[in-house]
């Protein structure tokens, strides 16, 4: 049985979650995390060896090392969400220092934020935990506000910081995302050729997508069909917000699905939604990293602990974590990501 406190946050829900076993895609069809998995999966690919070593950079870093799982601190809210409403909470976020600081005390495998904030303590912190240099990003300076990831910088702005990944996100869904998906394809392609990692923000975003008061971006259909658009573009892991839904193309009408896929690949429990969107990762051959979600005060610790069971048991690789760590005092947000890790850590908890 997982751990007391892991039970504990779970609450009501940790039979349900704890015993579920997943009868749509067999464990044992699938690509799980394992300390060997660069060996495994990588080391087969076109990634050349420059890419091998970053991979295992960043999975043999932090408290995680050796497991197969990561555990990555984002924080480009400061351009997402603009940096006020991000960083009111605790100021000492503006400062990008406390962001790499925390993310070490926080024992991550990563820090994933802009490149103004890894570029300005390059030179003290790219050799002490791997730097993700997030390229693109939606800014909220332009009225009224528009949809549109542009790039902030180049791969090779990256490169030089001494970044062993690069993120980009594309707006899956929306009128802009064939430019984006060009853009990134392009980029991730010279990110290898430089020799690093690449991980894709897979999200979805039209209003269409909502009927009825239900929000569809995402539902596990239409994320689990924007992760394998992101693999296909080579992405080596995919970060995707967790499905709380599904049957998004049939409910609104577009796109083409099948029966099956609501039936026998998958029903309406939390773990399978979660492993159509891993299966739809080349069986997770790229890793599946669920995001955390914005903060919303005192559940934030027991819905995280819930996502971590849920991407672990279905076969996934991670949480990435950020408001719900950084928009807390320090010593809150390290405790906060260590709680989020002992789930990967505890070894009773298994695969569904």
Known sequence: MASKKITELLGNQADDLLTH?????????????????????????NRNAQVLRNLEAMYSHGRLAGTGYLSILPVDQGIEHTAGA???????????????????????????????NLAMMSRK????????????????????????????????????????????TIYFGSE???????????????????????????????NAFKKDGVNYETSADITGQANHIGVTIQADIIKQKMPDVNGGFTTINFSKSDPLMYSKLSTDHPIDLCRYQLAN?????????????????????????????????????????????????????????????????DKSIDIA
């Open 86 to 116: 991000s960083f009111a909470k605790d100021p000492l976020y503006f400062d990008p220092e406390n962001i790499i600081k925390l993310a070490m005390e926080g024992n991550c495998n990563a820090v994933a934020t802009t490149f103004g």
């Open 176 to 206: 802009d995302s064939d430019r984006q998906i060009v853009e990134v394809a392009q980029a991730f392609e010279e990110a290898h050729n430089l020799g690093m990692a690449t991980v894709l923000w897979c999200y979805t975003r039209n």
């Open 125 to 168: 912190y790219a050799h002490k935990i791997p730097f993700l240099v997030k390229l693109n990003h939606n800014e909220l300076l332009t009225y009224p506000t528009k949809y549109k990831q542009v790039m902030f910088g180049t791969v090779k702005d990256a490169w030089n910081l001494g970044a062993a990944a690069v993120g980009a």
């Open 281 to 345: 990762c080349y069986m997770g051959r790229a890793g599946l990293i669920n995001s955390g979600g914005e903060s919303k005060g005192a559940s934030d610790l027991a819905d995280s602990v819930m996502h971590a069971v849920v991407n672990k048991r279905a076969g996934g690789t991670g949480l990435i974590l950020g408001r719900r760590s950084f928009q807390r005092p320090f010593k809150e947000g390290v405790d906060f990501l260590h709680t989020i890790q002992d789930v990967y850590l």
């Open 21 to 45: 076993q997943c009868k749509t895609f067999p464990k044992d069809q699938l690509h799980l995390p394992s300390p060997d998995f660069v060996d495994k999966i990588f080391a087969q690919s």
